[in-house]
């Protein structure tokens, strides 16, 4: 059974950084581009940060520039999203998303990803 389980998400004061943490299991990930989308209430999803299969390329939301880095452990089928100075308009439900090689497409459309996990709640205060 494939699985992607984020966590770490938590109520953190504006300013303040999180890292969240998605952990895959079920297959091997270190073939699969990998992305994190969140959603705020009321809003689509929306795409925020993806890397590449060989972890060479970072793709960004013009809104976490600067901010925000993602990284990948593949011996640990592991990706992990550092949200520095964070503003409360970043509150929403992450989610990790994992796109297999089957699958083409923009890194920024949630179409691109196969699989996803449950998601995990960052709430910014102001």
């Known amino acids: 059974q494939v699985q992607l389980v984020e966590s770490g998400g938590e109520l953190v004061q504006a300013g303040g950084s999180l890292r969240l943490s998605c952990a895959a299991s079920?297959?091997?990930?270190?073939?699969?581009?990998m992305g994190w989308f969140r959603q705020a209430p009321g809003k689509e999803r929306e795409f925020v940060v993806a890397?590449?299969?060989?972890?060479?390329?970072?793709y960004y939301a013009d809104s976490v520039k600067g901010r925000f880095t993602i990284s990948r452990d593949n011996a640990k089928n592991t990706v992990y999203l550092q949200m520095n100075s964070l503003k409360p308009e970043d509150t929403a439900v992450y989610y990790c998303?994992?796109?297999?090689?089957?699958?083409?497409?923009?890194?920024?459309?949630?179409?691109?990803?196969?699989?996803w996990g449950q998601g995990t709640q960052v709430t910014v205060s102001s």
């Open positions: 079920g297959r091997t990930f270190s073939n699969d581009a």
């Open positions: 890397i590449s299969r060989s972890g060479g390329g970072t």
């Open positions: 998303a994992a796109s297999p090689i089957t699958y083409s497409g923009s890194y920024y459309s949630t179409r691109t990803y196969a699989y």
